[in-house]
């Protein structure tokens, strides 16, 4: 799934639980993936969703699930999964894995 104003970039979508109040969680994650990956991505869309849902998927695969992944992801974990995708030479700075 692609934004329809840049087909060429990639889509992210946080879905969260709207009962559990998830909101303002996946409204920062969407605002520091926007900042980091501003020239990366061509959206970040928030799915509002039931049952204890939280996940992130970029152009519909599955990156990041509470269930699956064991709670919710550490920003720094969640920018280096969107890299590794889109960007796999984009430095992270501060929020890069260390050096081997």
């Given at each position: 799934m692609t934004h329809d104003a840049c087909p060429e970039l990639p889509c992210l979508t946080i879905r969260y639980c709207t009962g559990c109040r998830w909101l303002l969680r996946a409204a920062w994650m969407a605002q520091e993936l926007l900042t980091t990956f501003e020239q990366e991505l061509g959206q970040v869309a928030l799915a509002p969703g039931r049952g204890g849902v939280f996940s992130v998927l970029l152009d519909g695969e599955l990156i990041w699930d509470r269930v699956r992944d064991g709670g919710f992801p550490d920003?720094?974990?969640?920018?280096?999964?969107?890299?590794?995708?889109?960007?796999p030479d984009k430095a992270l700075g501060h929020s890069d894995r260390p050096a081997p």
């Open positions: 920003i720094k974990v969640l920018k280096q999964r969107v890299r590794d995708r889109i960007a």
